[in-house]
């Protein structure tokens, strides 16, 4: 079953900086970014549980080429994605999310 995905704002934020931030570094490399990300959420969509859960009910997938990871939640009929995040940021930013939503 495919559950419909419910980005969060700070989450379209998150992919929007980070696509400025590789495009910066080399022109067509945000693009690679999001050709990486779409996929990916694909399959969080599709198949959320093949993904660990990391803390409560949050969820994390990794990117193969990036260093990100897709933090979110999954109910009945939603994949809620909270952030898309570099691996090396302080946890707590994707934390305080999930207490303030």
Known sequence: ????LVIQPQAEMDVADAVVWYEDER???GN???DEIGPVMERVAHSPFQFPQIRN?????LLHRFP???????SD????????LHQHRDPKTWQKRI???
Do not use: N
Request: charged share 25%.
């Open 99 to 101: 207490i303030a939503g």
């Open 57 to 61: 009910e949050v969820r994390r997938a």
């Open 27 to 29: 022109a067509g490399l």
């Open 1 to 4: 079953m495919t559950r419909r």
């Open 32 to 34: 690679q970014l999001l």
């Open 68 to 74: 990100y990871s897709v933090y979110f939640r999954v």
């Open 77 to 84: 009929e939603t994949v809620d994605i909270i952030a898309v």
